[in-house]
C-alpha cells in the first residue's frame, strides 16, 4: 500500500481522507488493503488523511492484529471511546471518502452499514464512495501480474483445445463421456499446467449451455452425443503469488459444419458481433475520455437487443479479473449493477455476452487488458464460429 500515492490521488480529488471502517472482516476491501493477518472480530478503522500520517484505530483486543499498518495505531476500549476517537480524528474534515455505493447501486462496493455512516456524518462530515480510489489502488495490475496473466490465457487456450480434443476422441470411439468427465479433465489439465482455479469449470450441453451457471456434478450431468452443441468455460492461475486469472468461454458442435443448424450459426454470430460491438466501443474511446463499465456494457447489449433477443442475454457483460476470478475492479455492467468505475490503465476484465433460451445457450467470453498501449484482447484468438469437431 503506497501512502503517498494514495494522498497524492486524494488530493487531486479533492478529498480529505479515506476512511475504511470494518467489522468481523466484513470489509473486504479493508483487509485487502491493510492484509490485516488472522482473524478479526472487533470494529477497526483505518484513516488515511489527504496530508499527514494514517491512524488505525483499533479494539485494544486486536491492537497486535495492526502492528504492521503505515502510521499511528490508537486502542480502544468501548463504543464511547470509540466515537470520542472517531470524531477527533475526522475534526476538520469536510469531504471523506468510505466503502458505500449510493442508492446500493454497486454493492460490491457498498460494504459499510448504514448506522457506521450515520455515525460518521453526525461528525458534519460528507460521504462519497470510494469505488474509484479501491478500483485505482486495488485492480490494477502490475507488470509482474501481467505477465502471469499472459502465461495463464495462453495456457487455457491450450487446455480448451485439448478438451475439444478428449469430446471427440471419446465419441469416436463409441465410449460414453458426460459434462462431468469434461470438467474433471480440465481440472486434470490444470494441475500439469501448474495452475489453480476457485470452482469447477463448466461444460454445458444443449439446455444446459442455457444455464449460465451450470455445474456438472459426478450425480447429475448430462451424456455428450453426436449432435449436441456444447459450451465450455475455464478459469484458472498460475500457482504463483502474482498469478492472475485468465478466464474463457468457447462453443462447439459435435459434429460436421455441414450438419450444424443454421440457427447455431446465427445465435453465435450475435453474441460474438455483440462482444466485437464492445471491444470496438472501448478502442474508440478509452484515451478520448472517461470510460465506465456500464457504457461498454450498453454497446455490447444493443448489439442483441436490436437483432431481438435481448430478454435472452440475462447477465451483465463482464467482470474484473485479479488474483480472484472476480476482482474488485469495474465490472463491464449496467444490468445487474450501474457500474460507473472509470477503466484504468491495468484493468482487466472480461466480455461475456450470452443469448441463453431453455433448449440451448450461448455465450463467447475474452479477457480485456487496458494496456498502456491501449486495449488489448489477451486470450486470442478470437472465436468467431462454433468448432465444428468433426
Known amino acids: 500500500m503506497d501512502i503517498q500515492k494514495i494522498q497524492q490521488y486524494l488530493v487531486e480529488h479533492r478529498l480529505d481522507g479515506w476512511l475504511m471502517a470494518d467489522f468481523h472482516a466484513r470489509n473486504n476491501v479493508a483487509v485487502d488493503m491493510l492484509r490485516l493477518p488472522g482473524m478479526i472480530t472487533r470494529r477497526s478503522f483505518y484513516f488515511i488523511p489527504s496530508m499527514g500520517e494514517p491512524i488505525a484505530l483499533v479494539n485494544i483486543i486486536e491492537k497486535s492484529k495492526f502492528e504492521g499498518v503505515p502510521g499511528k495505531v490508537i486502542p480502544y476500549q468501548g463504543y464511547l471511546q470509540l466515537e470520542s476517537e472517531l470524531e477527533r480524528i475526522l475534526q476538520g474534515c469536510n469531504r471523506i471518502a468510505m466503502e458505500y455505493s449510493s442508492m446500493g447501486r454497486l454493492p460490491y462496493i457498498g460494504l459499510v452499514d448504514y448506522g457506521t455512516l450515520e455515525l460518521v456524518k453526525s461528525f458534519d462530515v460528507d460521504i462519497v464512495s470510494s469505488a474509484d480510489i479501491v478500483a485505482n489502488f486495488l485492480a490494477r495490475l502490475s507488470p509482474e501480474q501481467i505477465a502471469a496473466h499472459r502465461i495463464a490465457a495462453n495456457n487455457v487456450i491450450e487446455i480448451k483445445d485439448s478438451a475439444f480434443g478428449f ?20 481440472l486434470d489439465q490444470f494441475e500439469k499446467y501448474d495452475m489453480e482455479t476457485h470452482d469447477s469449470p463448466i461444460c454445458g450441453v ?19 452425443n453426436k449432435g449436441d452443441l456444447i459450451l465450455l468455460d475455464l478459469w484458472g492461475k498460475l500457482k504463483h503469488p502474482d498469478g492472475v486469472y485468465a478466464d474463457i468461454t468457447w462453443m462447439a458442435y459435435a459434429g460436421t459444419a455441414d450438419e450444424m443448424p443454421a440457427q447455431y450459426r446465427s445465435l453465435f454470430g ?7 460491438a464492445a471491444v470496438a466501443y472501448l478502442r474508440e474511446h478509452i484515451g478520448n475520455r472517461p470510460v465506465f463499465g456500464a457504457d461498454v456494457d450498453d454497446a455490447c447489449r444493443k448489439v442483441i437487443a ?14 474484473s479479473i485479479t488474483g480472484e476470478g472476480h476482482g474488485p475492479g469495474p465490472n463491464i455492467d449496467n444490468l445487474e449493477t450501474e457500474d460507473t468505475r472509470k477503466l484504468q490503465k491495468g484493468h482487466l476484465f472480461s466480455i ?38 468433426f
Open 167 to 186: 469430446i471427440k476422441e471419446q465419441l469416436t470411439a463409441g465410449k460414453t463421456i458426460t459434462e462431468y468427465d469434461v470438467a474433471r479433465f480440465v
Open 270 to 276: 450475435i453474441v460474438a458481433e455483440a462482444r466485437d
Open 206 to 224: 444443449n439446455g444446459n449451455a442455457g444455464n449460465p451457471h451450470y455445474e456438472p456434478k459426478a450425480e447429475k450431468s448430462a451424456v455428450i
Open 306 to 319: 436490436d437483432a431481438g433477443y435481448g430478454e435472452y442475454f440475462t447477465h451483465r457483460t463482464g467482470h
Open 352 to 389: 461475456e455476452p450470452g443469448i441463453y433460451m431453455a433448449d440451448v445457450g450461448f455465450r463467447t467470453e475474452i479477457n480485456v487488458l487496458i494496456g498502456h498501449d491501449g486495449v488489448e484482447i489477451t486470450t486470442l484468438p478470437l472465436q468467431t464460429e462454433i468448432v465444428a469437431l
